[in-house]
């Protein structure tokens, strides 16, 4: 497991507002995720999922409503649907570079980065340029970047959308892991065999939570 210092913070969204260019893209959502709790958001392509996500790690600020930690991109690793990913970069070193860039050098970083890939399932692919990866591979190299990282909150941006059952499998064992290592974690997904295997679902409708979410609450 990576280094990491104490669990995860507890997110509390109160009345979130996120509009563009005159489009209400999430209206009024309430949501809490809290360490130890694999929370999922679901909802068809445009409902929202992205735009909540992001403002859940703290990489936009809604423009209404009220979400805490203040700090919570500090916190925060995240996996997004577009891999993000330097095509002329190793696998390995697509994940040892952001750790580099925190600090984390020498044998601290190696060890990371591997242990990373290899609960991705990738340990064999170290030395292949993202370009010549498949588009399931790239997504797990995303996964392997964010569970190196050691974050207190890890949010996934639809982490199995081009996976294999098998490679899905990994993914979703290795997010349990975190989140029973103290991690708060949250994904978005279409997928409602992966949703119900997290332990708080809302659904997004039009940028609203539908009344139906189901909230399964931890012990």
């Not at 949501?31 to 936009?60: C, N, R």
């Not at 697509?94 to 991705?120: D, F, S, W």
């Amino acid at each position: 497991m990576t280094a990491r210092s104490g669990e995860g913070p507890r997110v509390h969204g109160q009345g979130l507002v996120v509009a563009r260019a005159g489009r209400v893209i999430l209206d009024h959502v309430d949501i809490e995720a809290e360490p130890g709790v694999v929370t999922a958001v679901t909802g068809a392509s445009g409902a929202g999922k992205s735009t909540l996500l992001w403002v859940i790690a703290g990489l936009i600020e809604p423009d209404a409503g009220s979400i805490s930690p203040d700090n919570r991109f500090d916190l925060s690793a995240v996996v997004v649907q577009s891999y993000g990913l330097l095509p002329v970069l190793t696998a390995k070193e697509n994940v040892e570079l952001p750790l580099l860039m925190r600090g984390v050098t020498g044998e601290e970083a190696r060890r990371r980065t591997e242990g990373a890939l290899a609960r991705a399932g990738l340990p064999e692919l170290h030395d292949r340029l993202a370009e010549e990866l498949s588009g399931g591979q790239r997504q797990r190299v995303a996964v392997a970047r964010a569970l190196a990282m050691g974050a207190q909150l890890l949010v996934a941006d639809e982490p199995t959308a081009e996976l294999d059952a098998a490679s899905a499998s990994l993914v979703v064992t290795a997010l349990r892991a975190e989140a029973d290592a103290g991690v708060t974690v949250v994904l978005s997904t279409n997928d409602p065999s992966l949703a119900a295997l997290c332990d708080r679902v809302y659904h997004l409708h039009d940028g609203a939570i539908q009344p139906d979410t189901s909230r399964v609450e931890s012990d």
